[in-house]
Structures are given as structure tokens and as C-alpha cells.
């Protein structure tokens, strides 16, 4: 039986989900197709009802339901309440369980490319949904010490006493103030929303040692001004649209219980960027 997936958000006309996960379905000739669902703030709930009547098989959650989605689950994985946001459900006859693969997405790139995290120094910047799913993988990791560095200050310390209470050491810092300093980091991330518009990188890198990891978590563009200043400077660049395909992937492997395509669903992803 043909089964039906979607990405519930808004707004959703810009989603890659449904070319990367179509992707894998023609790949491994799965009889599934992907759809694009706009459900406006407010209307969640309504949302919810339709999608589990057309008996969708799964769903992904973006802005901006991502918290408010952790009301309609009747099972919660554990990713997704260490996390307080889910962006993965799956329906079982009626009975939606959420995930939060943000987290594991964020480490795909670390994985992959056999950079370690353990006893890093981390410089993050941002401090909204997307920097408490890096938080909490930087704890799973085991990164020494992470410094949160966000405009509006109070967010940075919510986010920061998070982190202290899954065992990472972390202070906080006011983005503008991140100043020339930044020798010590290992890694440096971009979780804020700065470089969508094509703005001009959050902070100066002139004074990071050559191969730290830089990661911009902005997919498009995908050379942000941030990721082309640190190049310049040497670093180990990761991209976010590897974030985008590792959670992806992720979520794949949660809803058909296989390996997931990954050279297909990233062809499909870098020919939309
Ligand atoms: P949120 O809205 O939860 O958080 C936005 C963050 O950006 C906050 O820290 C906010 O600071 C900061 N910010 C926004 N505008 C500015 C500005 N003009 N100047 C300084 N700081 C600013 O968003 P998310 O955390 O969900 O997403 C953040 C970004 O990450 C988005 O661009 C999104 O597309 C991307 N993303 C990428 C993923 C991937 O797979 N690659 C996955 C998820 C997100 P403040 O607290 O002061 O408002």
C-alpha cells in the first residue's frame, strides 16, 4: 500500500523535505510520495486531525510548531524531550510518536568526517530552537566548555543553565561583545538566523588558529559570509545543508526502518540550494 509523508510548517513553499526525501523514495523504489502542508500558527491542532485522517504514515514539523507539536504526541522519544521540540513524528494506526532528529543531524557532518568533539572548547552562537538541539549534542559529546553568545542575553543564559543541567560547562556573552579573542575555540557555529538574507558574518574571525571547525547551520545560501570568511582563515568548514541532510536521513531511517540513500537525497539537495 502506497503510503503518504509530509513536513507540516509555515511558511513551507521554500522546504527542501519533500525533493530529498522523493529522492530516496525513487531510489529505492518505495511506492511513497512527500507533500508540502501549510498549517498556519493557531491552527495546529485542526492540522493534526486532517493529516491523521488521510492516515499519514509520517510527518516533519518546522516553524513554527516545533514546540507546540510536543502537545499532540501520545509517545515521546527521548531525543525530543531532552530537547522540549520535536521535528519528526511517526504515525502507528492513530498513535504519533515525536523525535527531535536536529540533534543526531548536527553530529551526522562531526561523524562523517571524523572530527571529535570530546574536550573541545565551543563558541556557539544563537541561542533559539536550533541551538538547544546543538547544546544538547555538544553534552552528549562531551565538549569541555561551550560559550553561548546571543543578542538578546537573557535567551543565551535560559539556554546556557540548560546545558549545565545535562553536564556541559557554558557562560554566555552578548553577540556584538564576541570580540577578537577567539584562539582558544575548537569550534565555532553559527545557530542564528544571520547569513539567510545574505547578511555579512555575526562576529569577525580574523583571530581563529587555522583548522578549527567552523559550522554555519544556514543552508541557503549555502557559501554564508561567515563560512567564506572562515575559509579564508583556514578552518574545517562544515555546511548546513550536511545538518539538513543528516536529520533528514535520520528521520528517513525512523519511518522505513532502512538505510537511508544518502548519495541520492544529497544529490537532490545540492541540486536545490
Ligand atoms: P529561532 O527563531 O528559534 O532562533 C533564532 C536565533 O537567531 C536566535 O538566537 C536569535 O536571537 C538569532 N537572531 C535572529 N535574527 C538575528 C539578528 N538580526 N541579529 C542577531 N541575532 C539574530 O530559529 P532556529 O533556532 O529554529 O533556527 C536558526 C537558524 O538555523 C535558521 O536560519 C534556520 O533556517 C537554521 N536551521 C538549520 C537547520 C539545518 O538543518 N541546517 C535546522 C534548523 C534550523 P534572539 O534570541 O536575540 O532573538
Redesign the pocket.
Known sequence: MSKTFAVIGDPIDHSLSPNIHSAAFRELNLECSYIAYRIPKGELKDGVEALKKIKISGFNVT?PH?VEMMKYLDRIDESCSLIGAVNTVENNDGVLKGYNT?MD?FLDPFKKKNLGIENSSVLLL??????RAIVAGFAKEKAQHITIA???LE?ANNLAQFANKIGLDADTIE?DKVGHNLQDYNIIVN??????KNESS?ISLESIKPKTIVYD???MPMNTDFLKKAKEKGATIIY??E??LG?AIRAFEIWHGTEAPYNAMKKALLGGV
Open positions: 516553524i516545533k536536529d543531524g544563537g541561542a533559539g530552537g536550533a541551538a546571543n543578542r538578546t535567551n553577540l545557530a542564528t538566523s544571520i547569513g539567510l555575526p547551520i544556514v543552508y548546513g545543508y545538518m539538513l536529520q
